[in-house]
């Protein structure tokens, strides 16, 4: 049942600008570093020698958890105008298909599209650092990963609140609001404790217990996941 409102759902996001934004946002980081190893190129790869690939990574990583919360707020907003702005709730909770199955299709494709965009800032990566010839015979494959997928799995609680918040509020002031709001304070936060849940994108990757952030992350967006669903469930939805 879930898999066929999956289907559903990938056939209506199709022309509402969501693979625009999959792809844009992991090709701005790639483009945003691109430019400043461009205008700088011999000053960083001096003033680096030896480690460049870990300075590119650490330079990325810089805006991966802003970027994150961001997308997140805007994947969740778009994938529930879809039907808010046709008012075709009734409709669709009027089919032979729970809400729960509904609810947990909007996330599961939220969590796939954003997974795909935490893939093409991987394959960005490395085509970036090979461009700028830093050798791919020494490229940290395994750290391009975990700097690509360990913040997002660790930033499931914020995609779970924020797809409850946006499938909830029909006017997406409210979530876009808060969405914007903790992407900024994302900037700021490392300054609190690595246990403040908008660091834990930031902690999931570096630090000596990343598995413990993501691990935290994962479970803790199964919590909201869960709540969200039961509210879903009880909500007259108009």
């Given at each position: 049942?879930?898999?066929?409102?999956?289907?559903?759902?990938?056939?209506?996001?199709?022309?509402?600008?969501?693979?625009?934004?999959?792809?844009?946002?992991?090709?701005?980081?790639?483009?945003?570093?691109?430019?400043?190893?461009?205008?700088?190129?011999?000053?960083?790869?001096?003033?680096?020698?030896?480690?460049?690939?870990?300075?590119?990574?650490?330079?990325?990583?810089?805006?991966?958890?802003?970027?994150?919360?961001?997308?997140?707020?805007?994947?969740?907003?778009?994938?529930?105008?879809?039907?808010?702005?046709?008012?075709?709730?009734?409709?669709?909770?009027?089919?032979?298909?729970?809400?729960g199955a509904v609810f947990s299709a909007k996330f599961m494709l939220g969590a796939l599209l954003?997974?795909?965009?935490?893939?093409?800032?991987?394959?960005?990566?490395?085509?970036?650092?090979?461009?700028?010839?830093?050798?791919?015979?020494?490229?940290?494959?395994?750290d391009i990963l975990r700097l690509s997928f360990l913040p997002y799995l660790a930033s499931y609680p914020a995609l779970a609140l924020f797809m409850w918040l946006c499938l909830t509020f029909k006017n997406q002031a409210i979530p876009i609001t808060l969405g914007v709001m903790i992407a900024i304070t994302s900037v700021f936060s490392i300054q609190l404790s690595e246990w403040f849940p908008v660091n834990w994108p930031l902690f999931g990757y570096i630090g000596p217990r990343q598995e413990l952030f993501v691990l935290t992350g994962l479970l803790s967006g199964a919590v909201i996941f869960l709540i969200g669903t039961l509210h879903f469930n009880r909500k007259d939805v108009n």
């Open positions: 049942m879930m898999l066929k409102a999956l289907s559903a759902d990938f056939l209506k996001i199709r022309g509402k600008g969501l693979w625009f934004l999959i792809f844009i946002g992991p090709i701005g980081l790639i483009a945003m570093q691109a430019l400043n190893y461009g205008l700088r190129y011999d000053y960083l790869t001096q003033k680096y020698a030896g480690k460049l690939w870990e300075t590119l990574l650490s330079d990325i990583l810089m805006f991966v958890p802003i970027s994150l919360f961001l997308g997140i707020t805007l994947v969740s907003s778009l994938l529930a105008n879809v039907e808010h702005h046709t008012n075709a709730w009734k409709q669709l909770l009027a089919l032979p298909i729970s809400r954003l997974a795909l965009s935490c893939a093409v800032l991987a394959i960005g990566t490395a085509l970036l650092g090979i461009s700028l010839r830093f050798g791919s015979s020494d490229m940290p494959v395994w």
